[in-house]
C-alpha cells in the first residue's frame, strides 16, 4: 500500500499530525501539506481510497513545477529549431545557448539549457526492438580498424582488413583476417566463415562495401554479380542494408566493439610473422569471445548457436565455389577468341560475331544468343585450344597433320615418294617446318611427271637430299638427266710425279 493511502486511512481513523508522521516515518510538514491538498481540492476520502496507487498519486503530485516555468515555455518553442540547427556543420550546444541567452537574457543558465535540449534530442529519437529468427540471417561487415603482422624477411608492417560476422539470433561470431576487401577476398573470408559455421542461412545481410554492392539503393540496390553468383552457389538470399542505416546492422556493429577489446587488445603485444598465424590467434580469441557467459543471461553464444541454430542451417554444398568472371569477345578469322593472350575455338560459323564468355580459374564457358556454344579448359600458357567439331573442313584437316598422315598420302601416290618422306621425318627439325617441306613436294609431284619426278626423288634419297628447293632446282635445271642415279668407281690416273708407298716408309728423305 502506497504512503498516501495509509495517511489517508490514519486520518479517517482520526489520528493526530504527529501520530501519523511518527508511525509513517515521515516530517510533521509532509503530512501537513497532504492533508492541505486535500481539503484545498476537497476531494472524498472514500473515493480516494478506491483509487489505484499510480492513480491516487497522481492526484497529489500534479508534476514537475519546472515545466510551468515561463523559462520553459519559451524555451519549448524554439527546441524543434535548436535541434535542426544542431545538424547543421559547425554548430554547437554552446554556440546555440549563446544566442539563445542574448535574444532571452532571463532565460536558463547553460546547463538547464543542455538538459531541455538533450531531452527533446532523446524523445525525437525512434526506438525500434528487432527480433530475429535462428538460421534467418547473417550479418556481416569489416571492422573500421586494420589489423597487422610483420613481414619476416623485410620487417614491414602488413596491415590487413578483418572480416566479421555473426549469426543475429545466437550472436554467435566469427572473424577472420584478410589482405584487402577486394572482391576475391571478400568472398574468400564468407567462405571461410560458412564453413566455420558448418551450415548456409537464408539471407545474407552485407554492408554496402564495394566489394558486395554496385550501387546503394534504399528499395532496389545493385548487388554485385560476382556475389550474386555465390549465393546462387550456397543458396541465400542478398539483402543488403539500407544505406546510412547502421541500426540495420546493429549486432555486427556491436560485434566489432567487442572484438576490439577481446580480439584487437588482447593480441596488442603479440608479433606475429605471417596471415596464417595471426589468423590462428583471432580464431582463438573470438572462441574465447562466444564461449563467454553473455551478460544478463544463463547461457553463452556458442551453447545457443549449437543447441538452437546449428541444426537449423542449410547444409553446404559439395562442391566449393569457384570465382566466375565475365567479358564480351569478338570471334576473329581463325575461329578463335583471345582470352588473357590465349586463344580458344568456337564453331566456325560464329566468325566475325560478339560471344559473351564466362571464366574461372579452370574453365572458360562461350555463350551466343543465349546458348552455350563451347566449353575449354583454362590455359594459363600462350597458344591455343581448339576443338575439332568447331573448325571447318579446311582446318580440320590442317589440324589432322601428323609424320603419319604424310607418310599414307605418299604412299598412296608414289613408293618412291613414300621412302622420300620417310627421309624427311628422319630429320631433327620442328614438325611444322617438316609438315610444309611435305606440302611442297606433294605441289612438285602434282605438277611433274611421274617418271621424271620418281627419277628425282630416288637421286635425293641416294644423296639425302631432304630440302624442297634443293628438289625443286633440280627439277627446274634438268639436273636429272646429268646426274647419275649410283655413283660410279674412277681410279686415279697414271702420273710420273707420284710418289708410291717406298717413299713414305723410308727412314731417311732422300730428295
Not at 499510480?54 to 514537475?64: A, K, M, T
Not at 543542455?114 to 540471417?137: N, Y
Not at 674412277?490 to 723410308?506: D, F, M, T
Request: net charge positive; glycine share 4%; charged share 25%.
Amino acid at each position: 500500500m502506497s504512503q498516501i493511502k495509509q495517511l489517508l486511512h490514519l486520518h479517517r481513523q482520526g489520528c493526530s499530525i504527529k501520530a501519523i508522521a511518527r508511525t509513517l516515518c515521515i516530517s510533521k510538514n509532509t503530512v501537513k501539506s497532504y492533508l492541505a491538498k486535500l481539503q484545498s481540492a476537497s476531494l472524498d476520502t472514500e473515493e480516494l481510497l478506491k483509487l489505484e496507487d499510480p492513480v491516487l498519486e497522481s492526484r497529489f503530485h500534479s508534476g514537475n513545477p519546472a515545466y510551468k516555468d515561463p523559462r520553459y515555455i519559451h524555451l519549448k518553442s524554439k527546441l524543434e529549431y535548436l535541434s535542426q540547427e544542431l545538424k547543421r556543420v559547425g554548430v554547437t550546444k554552446k554556440l546555440l545557448w549563446e544566442e539563445y541567452i542574448q535574444s532571452f537574457p532571463q532565460g536558463y543558465a547553460y546547463s538547464q539549457f543542455c538538459f531541455h535540449l538533450h531531452q527533446q534530442l532523446v524523445a525525437r529519437k525512434s526506438i525500434s526492438v528487432l527480433t530475429h529468427e535462428p538460421a534467418d540471417k547473417l550479418f556481416v561487415d569489416f571492422a573500421g580498424k586494420q589489423i597487422s603482422y610483420t613481414d619476416q624477411q623485410t620487417g614491414e608492417i602488413m596491415n590487413c582488413q578483418l572480416f566479421v560476422a555473426c549469426l543475429p539470433f545466437s550472436d554467435y561470431a566469427f572473424a577472420v583476417a584478410v589482405p584487402s576487401q577486394t572482391v576475391s577476398d571478400f568472398l574468400y573470408a564468407l567462405s571461410r566463415c560458412l564453413q566455420a559455421i558448418s551450415g548456409v542461412p537464408k539471407v545474407l545481410v552485407p554492408d554496402n562495401l564495394k566489394a558486395a554492392i554496385i550501387k546503394a539503393d534504399r528499395y532496389e540496390p545493385e548487388v554485385n554479380r560476382t556475389l550474386e553468383d555465390f549465393a546462387n552457389h550456397y543458396g541465400m538470399a542478398v539483402v543488403p542494408a539500407r544505406a546510412a542505416r547502421p541500426r540495420d546492422k546493429s549486432l555486427v556493429e556491436n560485434q566489432v566493439k567487442l572484438l576490439y577489446t577481446r580480439v584487437y587488445a588482447k593480441l596488442r603485444n603479440r608479433t606475429f610473422f605471417d596471415l596464417g598465424s595471426l589468423n590462428e590467434a583471432i580464431s582463438e580469441k573470438v572462441r574465447e569471445h562466444n564461449q563467454t557467459r553473455m551478460q544478463g543471461k544463463n547461457y553463452c553464444r556458442e551453447e545457443r548457436y549449437l543447441a538452437l541454430e546449428k541444426p537449423l542451417l542449410a547444409p553446404l554444398p559439395k562442391e566449393a565455389f569457384e570465382l566466375k568472371y565475365y567479358t564480351e569477345a569478338k570471334v576473329a578469322s581463325n575461329g578463335h577468341i583471345s582470352l588473357q593472350k590465349h586463344f580458344y575455338s568456337v564453331p566456325y560459323g560464329l566468325i566475325g560475331s560478339k560471344v559473351k564468355v564466362i571464366y574461372t580459374r579452370s574453365m572458360v564457358y562461350i555463350y551466343s544468343d543465349g546458348k552455350q556454344v563451347a566449353v575449354h579448359l583454362r590455359s594459363y600458357s600462350g597458344g591455343y585450344t581448339s576443338s575439332k567439331e568447331h573448325l571447318s573442313s579446311q582446318n580440320q584437316a590442317w589440324l589432322d597433320r601428323s609424320p603419319e598422315y604424310y607418310l599414307e598420302r605418299a604412299r598412296y601416290k608414289s613408293e618412291d615418294l613414300y621412302l622420300l618422306f620417310k627421309l624427311v621425318f628422319q630429320q631433327d627439325r620442328y614438325p611444322e617446318q617438316l609438315y610444309r617441306t611435305c606440302d611442297g613436294l606433294l605441289r612438285l609431284w602434282r605438277n611433274t611427271e611421274p617418271e621424271k619426278f620418281a627419277k628425282v626423288c630416288r637421286i635425293a634419297i641416294q644423296n639425302r637430299i631432304c630440302s624442297y628447293k634443293s628438289i625443286q632446282r633440280i627439277l627446274e635445271n634438268n639436273m636429272a638427266f646429268h646426274l647419275e642415279e649410283e655413283p660410279v668407281e674412277q681410279s686415279l690416273p697414271v702420273h710420273n710425279n707420284i710418289r708410291g708407298k717406298e717413299y713414305y716408309i723410308q727412314s731417311t728423305i732422300n730428295f
